[in-house]
């Protein structure tokens, strides 16, 4: 809160002293668009809020749409709500995905800083926005560091890269890889790949099966089933899991083919996320049976101790704390700056208005239906999919 000189107060809690927030217990309010099933970032807030109660800190999350997934976080008494103003308690910090949901917690909360987090190069719900409380803009890989870098606004300062993690313990390391591959896993929540997928794994002798959403083959603990398998085809937060449990990986989804994951390419792969962007091939089974044949179990068990060594939980975790610690004592230190947030949010609302959203929406389905063809079936699909983000 603001006193009379315009600078900060601290919110003084009942017994009369100011919280020491930057090294204590953090109270942490994540939100994420919608909080029901398996998507990426619905598991990210998932892993992210345990770990942080795991390690001391008084996670809570905030989404419009409730589901399975938000009631695992709940059972382990973390608050989860779909109206900020049900909220028990004040965070000390908004850790913020999409920005809808982001921007409403700032203004639900006006006393508390953020930090947004752009985990999509191209999604209209990842776009990052400038709002003075937000005091580091976080992508998850090398695209959406581009995507926040051309944001109007943003201090260069303020970004940040933080890579995806997995948690290493719900992930355990499978059994050594046989010296030719027998089964293989879509790993994915998309089906657009299955044709290619399928075609190469018959020629390749590969008994293949699918687990994701638009199949209807949801696994709500896929560490159990990993382990079974030696190719799964996945990309971003599937792969990762993957090659956690020692899977060799084959990046693939909706958008294309990628290459296999291996020691000499891990480097590359890790600082785009194994996603869409290195999907660079299309979905014909002959970019599949190449990397198929590339196939070595001691190079997987060389990608899924890099991960194990660089990718888990507990140490991103970690360094998400060190964030929030930096940005309250930076924000500790700032200036109310009221009349700058008012503009922040009129530039907010001049783009993100519901005219403007239609006008967008109506023009993104006539270029798809344009399209020779696949136009037809894009078009339909994209209208799901836009029906899916109103309702977000």
């Known amino acids: 809160m603001c006193g009379s000189g315009g600078h900060r107060v601290p919110i003084v809690s009942q017994?009369?002293?100011?919280?020491?927030?930057?090294?204590?217990?953090?109270?942490?309010?994540?939100?994420?668009?919608?909080?029901?099933?398996?998507?990426?970032?619905?598991?990210?807030?998932?892993?992210?809020?345990l770990e942080l109660k795991r390690q001391g800190h008084l996670p809570s999350v905030f989404s419009r749409?409730?589901?399975?997934?938000?009631?695992?976080?709940?059972?382990?008494?973390?608050?989860?709500?779909?109206?900020?103003?049900?909220?028990?308690?004040?965070?000390d910090i908004i850790h913020g995905h999409h920005h809808p949901r982001l921007l409403e917690a700032l203004l639900q909360f006006p006393s508390v800083p953020a930090v947004s987090v752009c985990h999509d190069a191209t999604s209209r719900l990842d776009e990052p926005f400038y709002f003075p409380r937000i005091l580091r803009y976080v992508a998850v890989d090398d695209r959406c560091r581009k995507r926040v870098e051309g944001a109007p606004d943003i201090p260069p300062s303020r970004i940040e890269v933080i890579w995806n993690a997995v948690d290493l313990e719900r992930f355990r390391p499978r059994d050594p890889l046989p010296t030719k591959p027998r089964s293989a896993l879509v790993f994915s929540n998309r089906t657009t790949q299955l044709s290619a997928v399928r075609r190469a794994s018959k020629r390749m002798g590969l008994k293949l099966d699918i687990v994701g959403l638009e199949a209807g083959t949801v696994v709500p603990?896929?560490?159990?089933?990993?382990?079974?398998?030696?190719?799964?085809?996945?990309?971003?937060?599937c792969a990762l899991e993957a090659m956690a449990v020692g899977n060799a990986v084959v990046l693939c989804d909706f958008a294309g083919v990628g290459p296999m994951v291996t020691a000499e390419?891990?480097?590359?792969?890790?600082r785009m996320n194994f996603g869409q962007g290195v999907l660079v091939n299309p979905l014909q089974a002959e970019h599949l049976e190449m990397e198929i044949r590339r196939y070595d179990p001691h190079d997987a068990a060389r990608?899924?101790?890099?991960?194990?060594?660089?990718?888990?939980?507990v140490g991103a975790t970690h360094r998400w704390v060190e964030l929030y610690r930096t940005v309250l004592a930076e924000f500790r230190?700032?200036?109310?700056?009221?009349?700058?947030?008012?503009?922040?949010?009129?530039?907010?609302?001049?783009?993100?208005?519901?005219?403007?959203?239609?006008?967008?929406?109506?023009?993104?389905?006539?270029?798809?239906?344009?399209i020779p063809l696949l136009g037809r079936e894009l078009f339909h699909f994209a209208k799901r999919a836009l029906h899916w983000w109103k309702d977000t």
């Not at 695992?72 to 103003?85: A, K, M, N, P, W």
């Not at 560490?223 to 937060?237: G, M, N, T, W």
């Not at 990608?303 to 939980?313: F, K, N």
């Open 15 to 49: 017994i009369g002293k100011a919280p020491d927030v930057l090294n204590s217990g953090l109270k942490i309010l994540i939100t994420n668009a919608v909080l029901n099933d398996y998507s990426g970032t619905e598991v990210v807030v998932r892993d992210l809020a």
């Open 65 to 91: 749409k409730l589901g399975p997934i938000s009631s695992e976080v709940s059972d382990q008494g973390i608050e989860v709500v779909s109206d900020l103003t049900a909220s028990t308690t004040v965070p």
């Open 221 to 237: 603990n896929p560490e159990s089933i990993l382990p079974s398998y030696d190719i799964v085809f996945a990309k971003a937060r």
């Open 265 to 270: 390419n891990f480097d590359r792969l890790r």
């Open 303 to 313: 990608v899924t101790q890099r991960i194990r060594s660089e990718a888990g939980l």
């Open 333 to 370: 230190d700032m200036p109310c700056q009221p009349e700058a947030e008012l503009r922040a949010l009129a530039v907010y609302l001049r783009k993100w208005h519901y005219e403007s959203r239609v006008d967008w929406e109506r023009e993104q389905l006539r270029k798809l239906e344009a």
